[in-house]
């Protein structure tokens, strides 16, 4: 954006500074002014009237004025220029600290995100907005690279179905007499899973962009809905789901919170015993929060193993690998979602076994109206 050009923010200072040590001088000398003015008289006799005419008297104030003035004059004009070289000293002593956060922006701007301000000193003003620029720096810096991983890993997850499909029909082309029903439901796979893909990461930046409307949820009718159409697939796996809880109003998008609660519910089936395994669904208001747990059975995992799973194209060791083993973006569009809707997503492995998924929103009372 073009600006007019205007003074530097030391000059002003500097001239503030002048400006202020002008206006006290001149006020000082004015107190000193009037209190001459009242305890001198205006005219004296002299003690030898012959030195000067007029019977002797003297205009006190007169002369008092001949002497002061030109005094007063030359100490204001030593305070304005006194001003001006010391205001400008120190008007450049206190935006050192900006001139150094003005560097740092210019650096990110460039692209370098590596870098930090470090203001020394005590907690001031200058000092807070440092800390706040450095603290933004490495949140941004963490999140390009992020998206960095998150654009190789999409690539390479696209990639992979493409160089399938294309190796198929190499094959077709150099080997006519091959049976084409099996390329074809080869083909028919492959391209499912890259629409699968596709559609999942559309959805991923439709979330991150928060480009959607929001509405009063009930977190406990999206956790039946979303068990209701899962049942199939636990009962293909031996999987008993259980459900639990109250009405869990918040607000968002019913769409996406639906997508994140069946999320959670699908990788707590695949992600089970190979048999008699359980998903616990819980939903309920705690502390004005509302709150979505999912828990299962399952191998014994650390803390070590279950933090990078939100991470994009993370799958867990123990998946089942059927049609339905998806394409590793499910926790991470869980939080995704998550955080879109302002709240918090926890994971933690259970002690027995299996792994507990803790999705946190802010609630709103269940008679709000609509």
């Known amino acids: ?5 205007g003074l530097s923010v030391r000059l002003k200072l500097t001239l503030s500074y002048a400006g202020f040590l002008m206006v006290a001088g001149a006020l000082l000398l004015a107190a000193v002014w009037l209190f001459l003015l009242r305890y001198v008289p205006d005219r004296a006799m002299l003690i030898n009237p012959d030195d000067l005419p007029g019977n002797g008297v003297f205009p006190v104030r007169s002369a008092l004025l001949d002497v002061f003035a030109p005094r007063a004059a030359a100490v204001l004009a030593f305070l304005l220029v006194f001003g001006l070289v010391g205001g400008w000293v120190l008007a450049g002593r206190m935006l050192a600290p900006l001139t150094r956060i003005t560097e740092a922006t210019r650096l990110a701007t460039n692209g370098s995100l590596s870098h930090r301000i470090r203001l020394p000193g005590r907690k001031d003003e200058f000092r807070e907005l440092a800390d706040a620029f450095d603290t933004m720096l490495v949140r941004l810096e963490a999140h390009v ?3 960095q991983r998150f654009a190789a890993n999409a690539s390479h997850e696209l990639r992979t179905p493409l160089a399938i499909s294309k190796a198929l029909l190499d094959v077709a082309r150099t080997d ?3 049976d084409t029903g099996e390329l074809i439901d080869r083909l028919h796979a492959v391209n499912t899973r890259a629409i699968a893909l596709t ?5 991923l930046s439709r979330a991150d962009q928060r480009s959607f409307t929001r509405d009063h949820v009930d977190l406990s009718l999206l956790a039946e809905e979303a068990t209701e159409t899962l049942l199939p697939l636990a009962e293909k796996h031996g999987v008993t789901i259980e459900t639990s809880g109250d009405i869990t109003p918040t607000i968002g998008s019913p769409a996406l919170l639906l997508q994140l609660t069946t999320n959670l519910v699908h990788n707590a089936i695949v992600h089970n015993l190979p ?3 359980t998903v616990w669904v819980h939903t309920g208001v705690q502390s004005k929060t ?8 399952g191998g014994q995992l650390t803390p070590q193993q279950v933090s990078p799973l939100t991470e994009p194209f993370q799958r867990g060791t123990e998946r089942i690998h059927t049609d339905q083993a998806g394409v590793g973006l499910g926790l991470t569009i869980v939080r995704t979602i998550t955080h879109a809707h302002d709240g918090t997503l926890t994971l933690t492995p259970r002690p027995a076994g299996g792994i507990r998924i803790t999705v ?10 609509r």
């Open 290 to 297: 509302a709150v979505l747990t999912v828990e299962n059975t």
């Open 1 to 5: 954006m073009d600006r007019a050009p």
């Open 360 to 369: 946190e929103l802010p609630a709103v009372s269940a008679h709000t109206d």
């Open 275 to 277: 048999e008699q395994g």
């Open 199 to 203: 559609e999942t990461l559309l959805l």
């Open 145 to 147: 690279a992020e998206q």
């Open 176 to 178: 006519p007499n091959r």
